[in-house]
């Protein structure tokens, strides 16, 4: 059951606004940065940053996608009857010595997050890593912090974040419900 709406269409626009310009700043522009999606929500997220970002810099950003399915520390848990579903990975580039960023919809434990340190290091080995994250909900299991934030959602164990994006749900919109 919806127990409230957090981000509407309007404040995922202007958070994701806000990170691209993060992004720009603390990097000291885009030169030797990637933007890499977590599936299945973060590469649109991925997407929407790098045209926020090339809107303000003129400039277009290197765009990849990460699928973490064969990195998760729960795999056997999800997958018990069935093979899991790898979609594989597209980096367009040599992510060696770049500042990788990656992108995900909600941080919670920080474990998808370790997953997807691990697949990136397969592929190259990043001068730094930094996260962005639309939702921060708390509860880590592991010590890792998002770099960018679109919004901190404290929320219970008996919640639940959900993200919809036109891209996959026809709608803009971040929810709590209860489980």
């Excluded at 981000?7 to 990170?19: M, N, P, V």
């Excluded at 919809?105 to 639309?134: E, K």
């Amino acid at each position: 059951m919806q127990k409230a709406l957090v981000l509407d269409e309007q404040a995922i626009r202007r958070s994701l606004t806000r990170i691209a310009h993060q992004i720009i700043e603390k990097n000291k522009g885009i030169e030797e940065t990637v933007l890499v999606g977590i599936r299945t929500r973060g590469i649109y997220l991925a997407h929407r940053l790098a045209e926020q970002i090339e809107e303000i810099e003129g400039k277009s950003i290197a765009v990849g996608e990460l699928d973490i399915t064969l990195y998760r520390d729960d795999l056997t848990k999800k997958t018990e009857n069935q093979e899991p579903l790898v979609k594989g990975s597209d980096i367009p580039v040599d992510i060696t010595n770049k500042i990788v960023v990656l992108i995900d919809d909600v941080l919670y434990t920080g474990r998808t997050v370790r997953a997807a340190m691990d697949a990136l290091m397969d592929i190259g080995r990043p001068g730094a890593i930094q996260l962005a994250v639309l939702v921060d909900r708390g509860h880590r299991e592991l010590p890792i912090r998002a770099d960018y934030v679109g919004k901190n959602i404290p929320t219970s164990s008996t919640e639940k974040i959900v993200v919809e994006l036109n891209e996959v749900d026809k709608i803009d919109q971040v929810s709590i419900y209860e489980k």
